[in-house]
């Protein structure tokens, strides 16, 4: 009986592996540290170099709970910075050096008005229960600015995807094939198209991306699962000062699988000066997240969200939630 049980519970595993792969980039409540990975078209969208470090543990009450680590960047081809501006080595000396500021303010207007290209990519591993979920992106966008104020892009992203599972930890169960399979040696390989396009300026922003727009398997699927499925993802979100020192950032992401699963999440942040931020997010009508985020130092951010669950799974998980913890750095 007991060994019954057991197999049920491999195969249980296996037939949601696929789909907690694909949701989990989704479900994060600080997704909005990387929209680039959601929306390639975002990519670069900043004047400066930003990496970022993440880790989650969902489920954190259950044995074999998903617990996912990703390494993720972005940064435009060509950065404006005073230093690669030359007007100053090349010129006269000023005896009013105010004008070199202007001066500065003023090429950098002339480069906000010119295209621009972004470049990015993001590795990122899930272990679930008996598999083991990784992924490697490379994206590039180019963006063009449509005003004074608003600037349009489009970008894409190559996506290479593998799932294994750890042979060791698992019984043999001769009678199912595609079981058989994955001990035998069996993963899944292929390679993803995801791509977005997006309109923004200085303070807000909107979206649209399509995950998994076109696959080529490398290894045969061997799994029929959501991984699969074509994921649309719409992304908002603003950033507006609300009382002297004080900023209000609301966003919203929501998604439409081909399985026509729906879901979404709504998050709001308060900053302080640029010391830092505190937000609560709501996801799905199951989830309620809480956010915070410090700045460090000039380049380095520190960011924690607690999710806790709403639904059944808050009981099966004895009020464990989900834990999140991310590192910024920007140069």
Not at 111 to 140: C, L, M
Not at 147 to 174: H, T
Request: hydrophobic share 35%; proline share 3%; net charge neutral.
């Amino acid at each position: 009986m007991k060994k019954t049980i057991k197999h049920i519970l491999i195969l249980v595993l296996i037939f949601c592996v696929g789909q907690v792969s694909a949701q989990n980039l989704l479900e994060f409540n600080q997704y909005f540290q990387n929209k680039e990975i959601l929306n390639p078209s975002l990519a670069g969208r900043e004047n400066m170099t930003i990496a970022n470090v993440g880790f989650r543990q969902q489920w954190s009450g259950f044995d074999g709970s998903p617990q996912t680590f990703y390494v993720a960047g972005h940064s435009p081809l060509k950065k404006y910075t005073r230093e690669n501006l030359t007007y100053e080595k090349n010129s006269l000396r000023i005896s009013t050096p105010r004008i070199y500021d202007r001066i500065y303010d003023s090429e950098m207007a002339k480069a906000e008005r010119s295209p621009k290209h972004g470049i990015g990519g993001y590795v990122y591993v899930t272990d679930q229960g008996h598999f083991s979920t990784w992924k490697a992106a490379a994206t590039y966008a180019f963006h063009y600015p449509i005003s004074n104020k608003w600037k349009a892009s489009a970008g894409l992203s190559a996506v290479f995807n593998n799932i294994e599972p750890d042979k060791d930890l698992v019984v043999k169960n001769p009678n199912d094939a595609t079981y058989q399979q994955y001990l035998d040696g069996a993963n899944e390989r292929r390679l993803q198209v995801n791509m977005g396009v997006s309109a923004y300026t200085d303070h807000f922003y909107i979206g649209y991306g399509v995950l998994n727009l076109a696959k080529v398997s490398v290894v045969e699927d061997i799994l029929d699962s959501n991984e699969n499925l074509m994921q649309h993802v719409f992304m908002t979100g603003a950033t507006f000062e609300v009382y002297q020192n004080i900023r209000l950032a609301p966003e919203i992401m929501a998604y439409y699988g081909t399985n026509e699963e729906f879901g979404y999440n709504l998050n709001a942040r308060g900053f302080y000066k640029d010391l830092g931020y505190m937000g609560v997010s709501w996801r799905n009508d199951d989830y309620v997240g809480f956010l915070f985020g410090v700045k460090a130092t000039d380049k380095i951010n520190i960011s924690y969200a607690y999710e806790q669950p709403l639904n059944e799974i808050k009981n099966a998980s004895k009020g464990n939630g989900a834990h999140e913890i991310g590192l910024g750095i920007k140069f």
